[in-house]
C-alpha cells in the first residue's frame, strides 16, 4: 500500500520540528496538489499553535486551522489520567483519517517535548504514528551532546519506533557542529536506515526585529519594509561615551539607548554611511522614549537611512534582560530565514531518495506552488551562473539573496562592488556569495570589445563604438553570456524590453532552426499551467513568424514538464471562418504541422473550444487538442497581452514571464513593475534553460 502520510517527531527541545517539518512539506507541494498538516496535540486551543498557522499560511494548504489539530494537552492529560488512552487514539484516528481520505497527503508533526510531562509521554508520539499508519521520521538535537551520544540516540530512537511496529522513514540529526558531523558520517557509512545530518547555523538561532517587536510590544519609531527579518547577533547598552562606546559597536548589533543621548544616535548613524565600522540592526530606546525633533528630522531626511528604531516602555535594566529572553520564531515573513533554512536542508538531503520512498499517488495537477518548486529544485540540481546588471536595484538584491540562500543559482551582479555592498549591507542582506564585476572598469573589456567589433564591424560598427557599448551593463552581460563567462542573463527591472533584447539579437543570435525571437507567460492556474505566447514581443507577426512562436512555445512547455497541445488562436474555429486573420492562423498552423507533423496542434481554434472540454466536443469533437489545449498562441501582441492580463487579475492565476525563447542562449527579461518573486522565479527558469543548452 502506497503511503499517504508521514509523521514527525523529536524527544528534544530546539530540535528544528518545524525546520524539518517545512522541508518535508516542500518536497509534497512539489509533487502533490492537495496536502494537509495536522499536530495531534498542541498546547491549547486557546492559544494559536504557531507551527500549525506557518505551515497554513506559507503553503497556503486549503484546509482550517480547526482541522490541524486533534487536542490540547489538558484534554489528554485527562484522558489519561482516566486510563482512556485507547478512546483518545480513537478519536485521533477519527480526526486523521478524515484529513487522509479528503487529502493526498497528510504530513503529521508530533507532540513537543515542552508538552510532554508525567502524564504525557513521548512513547504517545510513536503509538499514535503507529494507528496512524505513518512512517516515522525522528529528529535528534546534536547541539549540547557528543557524537557517540548522538550515534547511540539514534540507534536508540530508531530501535524503539521499530519496536513498536513504526515503520522508520527517516533519521534528521540536526544542529551539528563541523567535528561532530565528521564524525557521525563515519559512524553512519554503513548504517540500514535513511539517515541526514544537518549542520548548525548560527543565524537560524538568532532573534530577529520582528521577535523583538512581539516580544517586547515594541513600537516602531522608524521602520522599513523589510526591517522585521534582520538578525540580531548581540545586545549592546550604550552606556559610555560615543568615543568609546564606538570601540564596543560589533555587526548586527542592537543598541539599547536613552533617546535623549543624542551624541549616541548621531554616532551610530554615522557608522551606517562609515565604511570603517560595522553596520548595526537597530536601535531601540527604553523608558518609551522618543528622539529630540530635531534629531528625528535629522533621520527622517538621510537618504537611504534603513536601520530601524524601536521604543518600549520598561527601563534600560529591564529592556536589557528581556531582550535576552528574545526567542527566534519563524514566521512567514521571515523569507531570508526560509530560503537559508530550505537551502540547508535541500543540500543534506537526498531529495530523490525522499520522493521514490514516499510512493504517493500520482496527480495531474499541477499548482502554481508546485510549479515553483519544480522550478526551483531543477535548477538546483544543475546550478548555472545567472548574471544581473540591475544591482542597483533593491528588488534585484533582495531577489539574489533568495536564489543563493536557496541554491537554485549563482549569481553575478554588475557594478561597482563597494557600492553594491554598502547597499545590500544597509539593507541588511547577506550577499557574500554572490560574484561582483565592474563593467566599466572590467579586465574583460577589452576582450568585450573586440568580440563585439568583430563581429558587427562588417556592418559599420567601429572599435570605439564597441567599447562604449560595452559600457553598457546589458551589452556587457549579454557578451558575458556569448563567451561562456556566465550562462544566462536577467534583466528589465529598470530597462526596457528593448533594452534587454537588442543586445541579445545583436550578439546571442537566434537558433538555427528558429527565425524570431518571442515570449511566452507560464500562466499557473488553481489546477494546471498553460503557456501563453506571444504576448509581450511581436506586435503583429506574419503567418510564419506565427508559427515559429508556436514551434518555439511547444519546445518551452516541453522543457519544462508540460506537455505542449497547441492551439492557435482566433476569433474562428475550423473551417467556420474566413477573413485576413484567420487565414493568416490557418495557414501558420499548416506550416507548424509541416514542420513537425508529431506535435499535436489545432488552428484556427477559439479559447473557449481550446480549454472547455463541453465546448470543445460541440465544435471540434474529434480534436486531440481541442478541450485540452496547454499551449495558446495567440494572433497578435495586442491580444496575447490583453488575454493574459485578464486572466491574471480575474482568476487570480500567477503569471511568470515573459520568458524570452529562440535565443542561442538565454536571457530573459523582467517588468518594470515586477516584484521580488517575479525576479526569483525569472532567475530560476533562466537557469533551467541554461542547463537544457547543449
Known amino acids: 500500500m502506497k503511503i499517504k502520510s508521514l509523521y514527525i517527531s523529536a524527544q528534544e527541545m530546539s530540535a528544528g520540528t518545524l525546520f524539518v517539518s517545512m522541508g518535508m512539506m516542500e518536497i509534497l507541494k512539489r509533487n502533490l496538489h492537495r496536502v494537509a498538516f495536522f499536530r495531534p496535540v498542541i498546547f491549547s486551543k486557546n492559544v494559536e499553535d504557531g507551527d500549525i498557522s506557518f505551515m497554513l499560511e506559507k503553503y497556503k494548504l486549503d484546509m482550517a486551522y480547526e482541522d490541524a489539530y486533534g487536542f490540547d494537552v489538558e484534554y489528554v492529560e485527562s ?59 525522528n529528529i535528534i538535537n546534536a547541539q549540547n551532546i557528543t557524537a557517540q551520544e548522538a550515534y547511540e540516540n539514534i540507534l536508540i530512537e530508531n530501535e524503539n519506533s521499530t519496536c513498536q511496529g513504526c515503520t522508520h522513514f527517516a533519521t534528521f540529526i540536526n544542529r551539528l557542529d563541523d567535528e561532530k558531523y565528521k564524525l557521525l558520517e563515519q559512524k553512519l557509512q554503513n548504517y540500514a536506515y535513511s539517515t541526514y545530518l544537518l549542520r548548525e547555523i548560527p543565524e537560524l538561532d538568532m ?46 548589533d542592537l543598541i539599547i539607548v536613552a533617546a535623549d543621548r543624542s551624541e549616541i544616535i548621531l554616532g551610530l548613524i554615522g557608522t551606517l554611511y562609515s565604511t570603517s565600522y560595522p553596520n548595526i540592526t537597530g536601535i531601540i530606546f527604553p523608558f518609551d522614549m522618543r528622539e529630540h525633533p530635531n534629531i528625528h528630522k535629522l533621520i527622517t531626511g538621510l537618504s537611504g537611512f534603513n ?53 504517493s499517488t500520482q496527480s495531474t495537477v499541477l499548482t502554481p506552488m508546485m510549479f515553483e518548486y519544480k522550478l526551483f529544485e531543477s535548477a538546483r540540481l544543475n546550478k548555472k551562473r545567472i548574471v544581473l546588471p540591475e544591482s542597483h536595484d533593491e528588488r534585484i538584491l533582495r531577489a539574489a539573496e533568495i536564489i543563493l540562500r536557496r541554491e537554485v543559482a549563482d549569481i553575478i551582479l554588475l557594478g561597482k562592488e563597494k557600492s553594491v555592498r554598502e547597499n545590500y549591507m544597509r539593507l541588511g542582506l547577506d550577499l557574500s556569495k554572490a560574484i561582483f564585476i565592474d563593467h566599466q572598469n572590467s579586465e574583460y573589456s577589452k576582450e568585450f570589445s573586440q568580440a563585439l567589433y568583430e563581429m558587427r564591424k562588417a556592418k559599420g560598427l567601429s572599435y570605439q563604438a564597441a567599447e562604449d557599448a560595452m559600457s553598457h551593463a546589458n551589452y556587457f552581460g549579454t557578451m558575458m553570456v556569448h563567451l561562456g563567462y556566465a550562462d544566462g542573463m536577467v534583466s528589465g527591472a529598470t530597462h526596457s524590453t528593448a533594452d534587454t533584447i537588442r543586445p541579445a539579437l545583436q550578439i546571442i543570435k537566434t537558433t538555427p532552426d528558429i527565425s524570431i525571437v518571442s515570449s511566452v507567460f507560464f500562466m499557473c492556474l488553481s489546477t494546471k499551467v498553460l503557456v501563453y505566447g506571444d504576448c509581450a514581443v511581436n506586435e503583429d507577426p506574419d503567418a510564419n513568424e506565427l508559427a515559429q512562436i508556436a514551434l518555439s512555445s511547444a519546445k518551452t512547455a516541453s522543457a519544462f514538464g508540460i506537455e505542449p497541445r497547441v492551439a492557435m488562436l482566433s476569433y474562428s474555429t475550423g473551417a467556420s471562418g474566413s477573413g485576413a486573420d484567420v487565414d493568416k492562423v490557418r495557414e501558420a498552423t499548416n506550416i507548424v504541422k509541416s514542420q513537425n507533423p508529431s506535435l499535436l496542434v489545432e488552428g484556427p481554434i477559439q479559447y473557449d473550444a481550446a480549454i472547455d472540454k463541453d465546448v470543445a466536443q460541440a465544435k471540434l469533437p474529434n480534436s486531440k487538442v481541442a478541450g485540452n489545449a496547454t499551449v495558446f498562441i495567440f494572433p497578435d501582441l495586442n491580444t496575447g497581452n490583453n488575454t493574459y492580463k485578464a486572466v491574471q487579475r480575474s482568476s487570480d492565476a500567477v503569471a511568470i514571464g515573459p520568458i524570452l525563447q529562440g535565443l542561442n542562449k538565454p536571457i530573459n527579461d523582467l517588468s518594470r513593475g515586477c516584484l521580488v518573486e517575479d525576479i526569483v522565479n525569472t532567475v530560476a527558469i533562466t537557469a533551467i534553460q541554461a542547463g537544457q543548452q547543449r
Open 307 to 359: 536601520i530601524p528604531i524601536l521604543s518600549v516602555k520598561t527601563d534600560t535594566y529591564e529592556t536589557a534582560k528581556n531582550l535576552s529572553n528574545v526567542k527566534p520564531r519563524l514566521r512567514v515573513s521571515s523569507r531570508r530565514k526560509i530560503a537559508l533554512a530550505l537551502g540547508l536542508f535541500n543540500a543534506s538531503v537526498d531529495i530523490k531518495a525522499i520522493e521514490a520512498k514516499i510512493m
Open 207 to 252: 532573534p530577529t526585529i520582528g521577535d523583538v517587536i512581539d516580544r517586547l510590544d515594541a513600537k516602531p519609531v522608524v521602520l522599513n519594509d523589510g526591517d522585521v527579518t534582520r538578525i540580531i547577533r548581540g545586545v549592546k547598552v550604550a552606556a559610555l561615551t560615543l568615543d568609546n562606546f564606538l570601540d564596543h559597536v560589533e555587526e548586527d
Open 79 to 137: 484522558m489519561i489520567a482516566q486510563n482512556q488512552i485507547n478512546e483518545l487514539i480513537n478519536e485521533l484516528i477519527i480526526k486523521f483519517k478524515k484529513l487522509e481520505s479528503a487529502y493526498d497527503f497528510v504530513l503529521c508533526e508530533g507532540i513537543h517535548k515542552s508538552y510532554l510531562s508525567s502524564t504525557i509521554s513521548y512513547d504517545l508520539n510513536i503509538k499514535i504514528a503507529q494507528n496512524f499508519a505513518s512512517p516515522y521520521i
